[in-house]
Structure formats: structure tokens, C-alpha cells
């Protein structure tokens, strides 16, 4: 089962779509999310934001700062900006 | 050509200039309100997805933040609000302001002493009229305001939330806002509501059970939640600013089509005023001719 990924901005819808791997920096460290992932609610810093989609391309956006919130294989990434 | 002609034509030029401004105005303002919906639509993702955050935090953490705590004896209460810069918008900034004046009153009746924040010139001016004290003010953004605006005002206003408001006179324990709402092109209604202490459920429709898992918080609930807050206190704000700013142009279109059609009727009857004074002036001038002629004829006659 993917993982239904949104990655928004106050602005803008930036990226949306299924992918089987998502990979973020907390202020605890490095985090993967595999589809199944517990739900989670985590503070990212600044940093890559990778997202694999199905097709096994990998797609990197840079955030500062956000959230990253994982529940029932839905993944929600909230930030400020994205370069 | 005769003085009242003249008179007539001069008026009617000067609102035919009239007419083309406030023409031009409504057709800007028309193409505009387009851009600011599509801006409100693109910008509700992220406040959905962190108000959903934050009622599963509130929600699922036993955690007493300051935000979403009511204090116990408020002494002074924020109030945010967002008018226009620029006039020609009918009624709209008034609205606003008249909204605030009626919430400062009953914050007032409560007991609490009331400090203002304002954005938008036309607030500024009124208070400042009345000599009246503002507690922050921002201006020249209120048509197309930018998330840096939103996050401007939310700190001044989070940081009035954080000062202790029994020791200086700047802390306030509670933040209301006052926006006009974007119901659809034809209705905007100046809304108020209480920001801080949070209202954290705020959905209509009953939340099902199961939609807010146990979530896991890393590091913590506490520091999630410092984090969460002033980021959505920052996405409400910018929220209200832009459906602000799609009411403005929704109120300028309407309050120059009547204008341009004020106009067309001004006109209109200028032109027909125009016409029979013309004709009158016609009219004068073959009952002189026949009278000049007739005299003529009768001199000549009494002559012969």
C-alpha cells in the first residue's frame, strides 16, 4: 500500500501524490517513512525532504523548517518555504 | 452657443471623465478578485492540514501550553483589525472598523482594557483621527498581502500574548481578529473572532472517531506544540488577510459599477437637459428672426 504524500505551504499546494518512501530531518535526527509507519508528529529543521514515488524516482525539496505528520499511511509535510 | 449649453456640456464632459476612471477601476478590481480567490483556495491546504494538527496535539496531549489556556482574571484583550489602504471601496473598511468598535465595547463591558492593532491605512487614519492609542499598525499591503505580512503582525501579536499583562501595560491575555469574510462575489461580511486562548475545534461537521490517531510526538508534545502554535496563529492571520483582501476587490468592483452607472444616468439626463436647452435656444432665436422680420415688414408698410 503507497503512501499518500502532501507537501504544502502557506502559498501553495507544493507536491501531491503516492510514494513509497518518504525521508525527513527532525530535531531528533534523519527519519523514513515506510508505508505501515506509527503515527507520528515530528518538528523537521532545515533540510532536504526526499519523496520516492512509485516509480522509483526521488524527488528533493529543500524546507526550512515545518512538520511532518505520518497517520494511517497518509503523510502531511507542512513548511514556511520550499526552494 | 448660449451660456447654459455651454454649462450643460461642461458638466457632462467632466463626468464622462469620471465615468472612465471609475470604469477602469471596476474592470481592475474584477480581474483582480480572481486572483485573490485563487489565492485564498491555494492557501487552504496548509491551514487545513495544521488545523488538523493541532487538534490531534491539543487534542492527545495532557500538555498545559500558555496558547491554549484561558487565563483566569484577563485584564486586557488585542484586538487585530485588517482594513483596506485605499478608499472606493464602498462601505468596506467601515464595516471593519465598526465591527471592532462594537467588539472593543463588549470586551470593555467585561472589564478588560482594550489595545488595538491595525493594519491597513484606513484603520490607522480613523484611529488616528480620534486620538486614539494603537498598539501596532501595518500598512500598504491590505490588496495582496505575502506571508512575511501575516508572519509580521503574528509575532508582534505573540510576543504582546507572551509579555506578563499584570506588570507592563503592553501584555494582553486574549487576541481577537476582525476580518471580512469572502462568502462568494456578492456577499463579505466583517467577521469577529477570538484567536488566542485557541478555539481549537472549529470544524462543524463531528470528527469521526479514528481520524486523530495516538500520535507519536517527537521530540515532544510540549515542543510540538511551541512549534505548532505560532505557526498557525501565523497561517490564521494569513488566512484573514487574504480573504481580506479578495473582499476588498469584490467590494471596489461593486462600488464602482454603481458608480459607472450613476454616471450613465448622470448623462443621460445632461444629455437631454443639453438638448432642450438647444432647441429652447433655436426656438429664441426664429421667434427673433420672425419678430425682426415682422417689424421690418410693418415699418415698411406704415411707410408707403
Redesign the interface.
Known amino acids: 500500500m503507497p503512501l499518500n504524500v502532501a507537501l504544502v505551504s502557506p502559498t501553495q499546494q507544493v507536491w501531491s501524490g503516492q510514494a513509497s518512501f518518504v525521508s525527513a530531518r527532525t530535531t531528533e535526527g534523519d527519519l523514513g517513512v515506510l508505508p505501515g509507519h506509527t503515527p507520528l508528529f515530528g518538528v523537521l529543521v532545515d533540510g532536504a525532504v526526499s519523496i520516492k514515488g512509485l516509480d522509483g524516482t526521488t524527488q528533493e525539496f529543500n524546507v526550512s523548517g515545518g512538520f511532518l505528520s505520518v497517520s494511517n499511511d497518509r503523510v502531511s509535510i507542512l513548511t514556511e518555504s520550499v526552494n | 452657443m448660449g451660456a447654459q449649453l455651454r454649462i450643460y456640456r461642461r458638466r457632462m464632459r467632466s463626468v464622462k471623465a469620471t465615468k472612465k476612471i471609475t470604469k477602469a477601476m471596476e474592470l481592475i478590481s474584477a480581474s483582480r478578485i480572481v486572483k485573490a480567490q485563487q ?1 485564498v483556495s ?2 487552504t ?2 491551514a487545513n ?2 488545523t ?2 493541532v487538534s ?2 491539543a487534542s492527545f496531549s495532557s500538555t498545559d501550553h500558555p496558547l491554549t489556556t484561558t487565563k483566569e482574571n484577563p485584564r486586557r484583550a488585542a484586538i487585530l483589525i485588517i482594513s483596506s489602504d485605499r478608499g472606493m471601496a464602498g462601505a468596506y473598511s467601515t464595516n471593519a472598523i465598526k465591527e471592532g468598535e462594537k467588539l472593543a465595547a463588549l470586551l470593555r463591558e467585561r472589564g478588560l482594557q482594550v489595545s488595538s492593532f491595525l493594519v491597513g491605512r484606513k484603520a490607522v487614519n480613523y484611529y488616528k483621527f480620534r486620538n486614539r492609542e494603537m498598539a501596532g499598525t501595518w500598512t500598504g499591503f491590505s490588496d495582496n498581502p505575502s ?1 512575511e505580512n ?1 508572519r509580521e503582525v503574528a509575532d508582534a501579536l505573540l510576543e504582546a500574548f507572551l509579555a506578563d499583562s499584570t506588570e507592563t501595560n503592553l501584555g494582553v491575555d486574549e487576541i481577537h481578529i476582525i476580518f471580512t469574510q469572502f462568502k462568494s462575489m456578492l456577499t463579505q461580511e466583517a467577521t469577529a473572532k477570538r484567536m488566542i486562548p485557541l478555539e481549537v475545534v472549529e470544524t462543524s461537521e463531528p470528527v469521526p472517531a479514528g481520524l ?8 515532544n508534545a510540549e ?2 506544540l511551541n ?2 502554535l505560532p ?1 498557525y496563529i ?2 490564521r492571520i ?1 488566512n484573514a488577510m487574504l480573504q481580506s483582501a479578495a473582499s476588498e476587490h469584490a467590494a471596489r468592483r461593486r462600488a464602482m459599477k454603481s458608480a459607472t452607472d450613476n454616471a450613465e444616468d448622470l448623462i443621460k439626463s445632461l444629455t437631454r437637459l443639453a438638448n432642450a436647452a438647444r432647441q429652447a435656444e433655436i426656438t429664441q432665436e426664429i421667434s427673433e428672426i420672425v419678430g425682426g422680420a415682422d417689424a421690418l415688414a410693418s415699418a415698411s408698410a406704415g411707410s408707403e
Open positions: 489565492r491555494a492557501s491546504p496548509y492540514e495544521l488538523r494538527a490531534a496535539v506571508y501575516a486523530l490517531p495516538m500520535y507519536e510526538f517527537e521530540p515542543e510540538v512549534a505548532l505557526r501565523q497561517a494569513f
